[in-house]
């Protein structure tokens, strides 16, 4: 199954500063905890990390710093700040806001309609 | 960590790699470092999988995505990078801080010689005041003497130039003062300000051979120095643009508590800002080099069209109408600047083309500009020459008419060669080494102007 651009797009601001909350990280450790948290499904084009990355660090929601790894190659981490924490919940409450309503109607439409796959496939507006 | 069976081919594929990501201007090198790392750490990651370490490489750069669409990310995050920014020291490389730094307090201290030697005469009673003459004429025959020894003192420093080299300069400059404050020149008189006007052009060359360093004698060196003058030309008038609005608000703001600030403005504040700032236009102009776009280039793009337009409609009206020529004083001044403005046009658009291109469009206008202009100078030389009898030989007249003739053997000379470049039969090199080695004989008039002109014309 692939995910649509625009959810992607969407998520991943929670989920860059959520996978922060958990711990100082990089760029490449982001993209596996994500893949590793969605089970393979959201891919993401790597690159495209970067700047998510370097958005969140210019509205002052992560702190970037160049450090040497452990393999001896300078690595750039990232760290997310109290701003970024309060985003973080803010963006969570929407979410489960979403989340909730979604929830809903699934349920509702269970009961009514058991499976339809094609009905998933409708157009949906495609990001660039 | 690359595979050690493999070791150059991986770290040269991501020397590729690097270099093509690097040719991006949104992306920059902290950002290319920052993807770097992520490769590699995803090529280990898909080597420890089994993957063999080119497969691994193959997969890690799909992955990456496409560099198109990064870079376009990259740019709408970064949108400012996109603006050439005048960096003068870049903070991501710190490679060549330590140089930038000593040019630019070298520069600071120079401009400030400039601005307090424009004020030294004033400790021996010389005054910059419209009721006296004679000291408006030092001054005149002198400003470029405050100024462009400094200046040369800057590439000086920064070409290290041998002292030989050095002895020539300083002899120039040395004969240049006494040559200009010996004569006894008439106050307020024709040829006093000859030499206000023609100093500067002869003493600008010795700035060029002090510009181009052990370069003076190369095609390449002397086109250097051609582009550098273009540049600073533009950035002095965007200073002196600066400078006025703040004039204008010194003398506004002073004007609310009740202080006249105009003598100081007059004495101080312009003279000095004045001297100060061709330094500082040149210091800007070596450090932005290569940081920005080339203006001169831009705007020659831009008028030589109309340039050219604009001649061949005075030309057809003149053919059209039959009207005489209508002789006045300024004519040739006038047509002197028409032609030294078409060398400029010319000149700049040399300096910016790559002499190996085949011929185009905007070359065929170019020889349109030059041929139209020689042939405006043409009819008005014409007549000019059946009455120059009439006017007699003033010394302006005579310098006037030196120039126009100088301009217009240039000019001939480039349409010849810019016609071969257009038939096939010529590089465009030469055309370049034409008007790059005509250099001398602009300085050369002007000595003549600054040294024969006054005794020969009395001094009046």
């Known amino acids: 199954m692939e995910i649509n651009k625009d959810l992607i797009a969407a998520s991943s601001t929670s989920l860059v500063l959520a996978i922060l909350a958990e711990g100082d990280s990089y760029g490449y450790a982001i993209i596996q905890r994500v893949r590793e948290l969605s089970g393979g499904q959201l891919e993401w084009t790597d690159g495209m990390l970067y700047p998510v990355l370097h958005r969140l660090e210019r509205l002052g929601y992560v702190m970037a710093r160049w450090d040497v790894a452990e393999n001896g190659r300078r690595r750039k981490y990232y760290r997310i700040t109290s701003e970024g924490g309060a985003q973080l919940t803010e963006e969570r409450k929407q979410w489960q806001a979403v989340d909730a309503t979604l929830r809903g109607i699934w349920r509702a439409l269970s009961t009514a309609i058991p499976n339809n796959n094609g009905e998933s496939a409708a157009p949906l507006p495609e990001g660039v | 960590m690359p595979d050690p069976d493999q070791p150059v081919s991986i770290e040269e594929q991501i020397d590729q790699w690097r270099s093509y990501l690097r040719r991006r201007q949104a992306i920059h090198a902290v950002d290319v470092a920052e993807l770097e790392d992520h490769l590699r750490e995803q090529v280990a990651g898909l080597v420890k999988a089994g993957l063999a370490t080119d497969e691994a490489f193959l997969v890690a750069v799909k992955r990456m995505g496409n560099l198109d669409a990064l870079s376009r990310e990259f740019a709408r995050e970064h949108s400012d990078r996109l603006w050439k920014q005048l960096v003068l020291v870049s903070p991501d490389s710190g490679e060549l801080p330590a140089p930038g730094r000593a040019d630019t307090l070298v520069a600071f201290c120079l401009a400030v010689a400039a601005a307090v030697a424009i004020k030294v005469p004033s400790l021996f009673g010389r005054q910059l005041d419209e009721h006296r003459p004679d000291d408006i004429d030092f001054y005149a025959r002198n400003l470029s003497l405050f100024v462009l020894p400094l200046l040369t003192g800057y590439f000086i420093w920064k070409r290290r130039l041998g002292t030989s080299t050095l002895r020539w300069l300083a002899v120039a400059f040395i004969a240049a003062g006494v040559v200009a404050n010996i004569y006894p020149f008439a106050s307020r008189g024709y040829t006093v300000a000859?030499?206000?006007?023609?100093?500067?052009?002869?003493?600008?060359?010795?700035?060029?051979?002090?510009?181009?360093?052990?370069?003076?004698?190369?095609?390449?060196?002397?086109?250097?120095?051609?582009?550098?003058?273009?540049?600073?030309?533009?950035?002095?008038?965007?200073?002196?643009?600066?400078?006025?609005?703040?004039?204008?608000?010194?003398?506004?703001?002073?004007?609310?508590?009740?202080?006249?600030?105009?003598?100081?403005?007059?004495?101080?504040?312009?003279?000095?800002?004045?001297?100060?700032?061709?330094?500082?236009?040149?210091?800007?102009?070596?450090?932005?080099?290569?940081?920005?776009?080339?203006?001169?280039?831009?705007?020659?793009?831009?008028?030589?069209?109309?340039?050219?337009?604009?001649?061949?409609?005075?030309?057809?009206?003149?053919?059209?109408?039959?009207?005489?020529?209508?002789?006045?004083?300024?004519?040739?001044?006038?047509?002197?600047?028409?032609?030294?403005?078409?060398?400029?046009?010319?000149?700049?658009?040399?300096?910016?083309?790559?002499?190996?291109?085949?011929?185009?469009?905007?070359?065929?206008?170019?020889?349109?500009?030059?041929?139209?202009?020689?042939?405006?100078?043409?009819?008005?030389?014409?007549?000019?020459?059946?009455?120059?009898?009439?006017?007699?030989?003033?010394?302006?007249?005579?310098?006037?008419?030196?120039?126009?003739?100088?301009?217009?053997?240039?000019?001939?000379?480039?349409?010849?060669?810019?016609?071969?470049?257009?038939?096939?039969?010529?590089?465009?090199?030469?055309?370049?080494?034409?008007?790059?080695?005509?250099?001398?004989?602009?300085?050369?008039?002007?000595?003549?102007?600054?040294?024969?002109?006054?005794?020969?014309?009395?001094?009046?």
């Open chain 2, 194 to 460: 000859l030499t206000a006007l023609h100093l500067p052009i002869g003493l600008w060359l010795i700035v060029g051979v002090a510009y181009a360093g052990g370069r003076w004698r190369e095609v390449a060196g002397r086109m250097d120095f051609i582009r550098f003058s273009g540049e600073l030309f533009i950035y002095y008038v965007l200073i002196a643009l600066g400078g006025g609005v703040l004039t204008a608000f010194v003398a506004m703001i002073f004007r609310a508590i009740g202080i006249n600030v105009g003598p100081f403005i007059g004495s101080w504040l312009l003279p000095c800002g004045a001297a100060g700032a061709v330094v500082v236009a040149s210091w800007l102009v070596e450090a932005k080099q290569s940081v920005i776009e080339n203006m001169a280039p831009v705007l020659t793009r831009l008028f030589t069209p109309l340039f050219a337009a604009l001649l061949t409609i005075f030309l057809g009206t003149l053919l059209w109408t039959g009207r005489p020529i209508d002789i006045q004083r300024d004519l040739l001044i006038a047509f002197d600047l028409l032609l030294a403005v078409v060398i400029g046009l010319l000149l700049y658009s040399a300096s910016a083309r790559d002499p190996r291109l085949p011929p185009d469009a905007f070359d065929v206008l170019q020889v349109a500009l030059v041929v139209s202009a020689l042939l405006a100078d043409a009819v008005a030389l014409w007549a000019i020459a059946g009455r120059i009898g009439e006017f007699g030989f003033s010394p302006n007249r005579v310098a006037a008419l030196g120039e126009n003739i100088i301009l217009l053997v240039n000019l001939a000379w480039s349409a010849v060669l810019y016609i071969r470049f257009l038939r096939g039969r010529g590089q465009f090199t030469g055309l370049e080494r034409w008007q790059t080695s005509y250099l001398p004989v602009y300085a050369l008039w002007a000595a003549i102007v600054v040294i024969v002109f006054p005794p020969a014309f009395r001094y009046v």
